[in-house]
């Protein structure tokens, strides 16, 4: 099972880095590219334990559905999201965040199992884990961006 582990410094405070981090809102904002939409069940503010969301983007040129849950939540430290519907055989995507310095540090760890057996473990090490580590990245691009300025205010406000 593929998994990917990024850390983002983030001069800004943890508890807004984790509220920007489960904002449906700014997650919307920072997948434009895949014009990804919140369609079902929480469609907009702040995700929260034992509540879910169901997606809707394009990725490599084909609409996909992907429903996630929150299943695990400590606030401000850390909360787990699940898929419970969708393309992959499954997924689990940790999110931790911690004080440093006056800094937030925030660690995602995302364990993922794709299908289409041996198929998809040629996917992974084709294109599939970079393709994921890129999105993941730019999302903590765009949530840095928002925790650094005043923008966090727009989206947890």
């Known amino acids: 099972m593929p998994r990917i582990e990024l850390q983002t410094e983030i001069h800004a405070n943890r508890t807004v880095v984790f509220d920007l981090s489960?904002?449906?809102?700014?997650h919307k904002i920072s997948t434009k590219q895949?014009?990804?939409?919140?369609?079902?069940?929480?469609?907009?503010?702040?995700?929260?334990?034992?509540?879910s969301v169901t997606w809707k983007a394009?990725?490599?040129?084909?609409?996909?559905?992907?429903?996630s849950k929150i299943t695990e939540y400590d606030r401000p430290n850390f909360f787990v999201d699940i898929m419970v519907k969708g393309l992959?055989?499954?997924?689990r995507h940790e999110h931790h965040f911690?004080?440093?310095?006056?800094?937030?540090?925030m660690t995602d760890i995302?364990?993922?199992k794709s299908p289409l057996g041996i198929l998809g473990i040629?996917?992974?090490?084709?294109?599939?884990?970079?393709?994921?580590?890129?999105?993941?990245a730019k999302r903590n691009k765009i949530l840095k961006e928002y925790a650094e300025s005043d923008q966090w205010k727009k989206v947890i406000g």
Do not use: C, P
Not at 22 to 26: A, K, N, P, Y
Not at 122 to 136: E, I, P, Q, W
């Open 110 to 112: 995302f364990d993922y």
């Open 88 to 91: 992959f055989s499954s997924f």
């Open 34 to 51: 895949t014009n990804e939409k919140a369609i079902a069940r929480k469609t907009h503010g702040l995700i929260s334990l034992n509540e």
């Open 22 to 26: 489960r904002s449906i809102d700014l």
């Open 58 to 67: 394009k990725h490599f040129g084909i609409y996909q559905k992907l429903t």
């Open 98 to 105: 911690a004080e440093m310095d006056g800094k937030t540090i």
């Open 122 to 136: 040629v996917a992974d090490r084709l294109f599939l884990k970079s393709y994921m580590t890129n999105l993941l």
